[in-house]
């Protein structure tokens, strides 16, 4: 594989993202909604009930609160995803990037990476904010640090990016198989949306531990590997090419 072309591929996506108003703020507007969310319900939580050890109904808020971030892989991959490919037949640019010399393998590559490296990123970025905010207004009231926890990190570096996988595989399968950008991100997104509700199961349910979300990570990550055949085998420029003839 041509790593160079790949990142190429990669980083003319990226602009494309940036020259577009819609979806370019769509990915700034989501990371702080729920940022601004989290810190209010983790600092309301906190300072009402100093401790999490008080809350006695089985569900930890501020668990709920932090695995909000888990949404942004997912919903920025379908996003950006969705759009890729249309916007490109949309653009007529489509069939001079299938006459590169790019194989299938890079051309998905590239195009898989523009959606999934600023969808882990920024929810990371988001996380870490959430964390210095969250500890620095409420380490003086709970005299310890809140953040970050082992489970916290392990839905960062673990379930954050197969999410992030998950979406981004959907949504190219789909790109590659529409012609309308609304309805490629509507089609996307009901293919993601039962990925967060088994996501947040374990989260509402009692006694929710390290091993239960690993053991859900493993099973989402077979899913995306799954999904990620499935996507390469439909995105060839032959099944592109025909499904847009369409």
């Known amino acids: 594989m041509n790593y160079s072309l790949v990142r190429e591929l990669m980083r003319k996506d990226l602009q494309d993202i940036r020259k577009n108003g819609y979806v370019f703020y769509s990915l700034l507007f989501l990371p702080v909604i729920l940022a601004g969310v989290s810190i209010l319900g983790t600092l309301?939580?906190?300072?009402?009930?100093?401790?999490?050890?008080?809350?006695?109904?089985?569900?930890?808020?501020?668990?709920?609160?932090?695995?909000?971030?888990?949404?942004i892989p997912a919903v920025i991959t379908t996003l950006v995803g969705s759009t890729s490919v249309i916007l490109e037949k949309n653009n007529h640019s489509l069939e001079?990037?299938?006459?590169?010399?790019?194989?299938?393998?890079?051309?998905?590559?590239?195009?898989a990476l523009a959606p999934f490296v600023p969808g882990v990123l920024?929810?990371?970025?988001?996380?870490?904010?959430?964390?210095?905010?969250t500890d620095t207004l409420t380490f003086g009231h709970l005299g310890y640090f809140l953040?970050?926890?082992?489970?916290?990190?392990l839905q960062m570096f673990f379930l954050t990016p197969v999410?992030?996988?998950?979406?981004?595989?959907?949504?190219?399968?789909?790109?590659?198989?529409?012609?309308?950008?609304?309805?490629?991100?509507?089609v996307s997104s009901l293919v993601v949306l039962p990925v967060l509700i088994l996501v947040y199961i374990p989260i509402f349910a009692a006694g929710v531990d390290l091993l239960v979300n690993l053991i859900l990570g493993v099973i989402l990550l077979g899913v995306a590997l799954v999904l990620f055949f499935v996507s390469v085998k439909a995105f060839s420029r032959e099944s592109i090419l025909i499904s847009w003839g369409r």
């Open 96 to 111: 001079p990037l299938l006459a590169t010399p790019l194989t299938d393998m890079e051309l998905f590559a590239g195009k």
């Open 147 to 153: 953040f970050p926890t082992e489970l916290m990190l």
């Open 44 to 71: 309301g939580y906190t300072l009402a009930f100093n401790s999490q050890s008080q809350n006695t109904s089985g569900i930890d808020p501020v668990l709920i609160f932090s695995s909000l971030f888990i949404m």
């Open 122 to 133: 920024i929810s990371w970025l988001a996380y870490a904010i959430y964390i210095v905010l």
């Open 163 to 186: 999410v992030g996988l998950l979406g981004t595989f959907a949504a190219l399968f789909v790109s590659s198989r529409m012609k309308d950008v609304r309805a490629a991100q509507q």
